[in-house]
């Protein structure tokens, strides 16, 4: 039994170096226009576009639109209540107050230091945490839940979601900036068993710290 409880971790171990490591970016449809996308910068998004010759650090402000969001096509769950949108909508709408945090005004208007934010979550999934928690506490359904990670990308039951964004001056309305950007949950990440939408409340979180890091960076504020 204890040999082979040990092969079991043995093998756990391997598909943790080649299994945890993958992220998957496809395309919604949700940009106008996915030409010139290019690799992003470490611990940035999958795949970013700015215009060449745009000076960022002229937008002091910014203007979010309504945030869109698509569900996974092979999701278990089919649509998102408008309570549960409205809900995520908010907590996305937070995530981004609180990471700006005063140094970057939300505005609802137009205007010549303002930058729009068209803003879509795509490819969400929403997690299982009952069959989530499985993984985490069994060794023979962590094997299996980590096989399924190299063999489909993905993680079962533990949530993932896409993100893809435009950046646009607000007066002209032309695209100066694009981003694409794909999350997958964790068996061992907690977020996972805060409910269905727990990853992808985390994952709002951490795309909204990289839009005050990028603009940080526009400005030299270094993160400041």
Not at 10 to 28: D, E, I, N, P, Q
Not at 208 to 223: P, Y
Request: glycine fraction near 10%; include cysteine; hydrophobic fraction near 40%.
């Amino acid at each position: 039994m204890q040999k082979n409880l040990f092969i079991v971790m043995a093998l756990v171990a391997g598909l943790l170096v080649t299994g945890c490591s993958h992220k998957k970016t496809t395309y919604s449809g949700f940009l106008r226009d996915y030409s010139g996308l290019q690799k992003g910068p470490k611990g940035g998004p999958d795949l970013v576009y700015k215009k060449p010759g745009v000076d960022f650090s002229k937008y002091k402000k910014v203007l979010v639109e309504p945030v869109v969001f698509y569900l996974k096509k092979d999701a278990e769950a089919k649509g998102i209540q408008p309570k549960v949108m409205a809900e995520l909508e908010d907590a996305f709408e937070k995530e981004i107050v609180k990471a700006l945090n005063g140094a970057y005004p939300m505005v609802d208007k137009p205007g010549p230091d303002v930058l729009r934010i068209r803003i879509a979550i795509t490819d969400v999934e929403p997690s299982n945490p009952t069959l989530g928690t499985v993984g985490a506490v069994m060794p023979a359904g962590m094997a299996i839940n980590l096989i399924s990670n190299v063999t489909t990308g993905s993680s079962v039951n533990v949530g993932s979601a896409s993100m893809e964004a435009e950046f646009i001056d607000s007066e002209t309305g032309e695209v100066i900036g694009k981003v694409v950007d794909h999350i997958e949950g964790s068996t061992y990440d907690t977020a996972t068993l805060k409910g269905k939408w727990g990853h992808t409340k985390k994952a709002f979180q951490q795309w909204a710290q990289m839009l005050r890091k990028w603009l940080d960076s526009v400005h030299g504020r270094n993160g400041s």
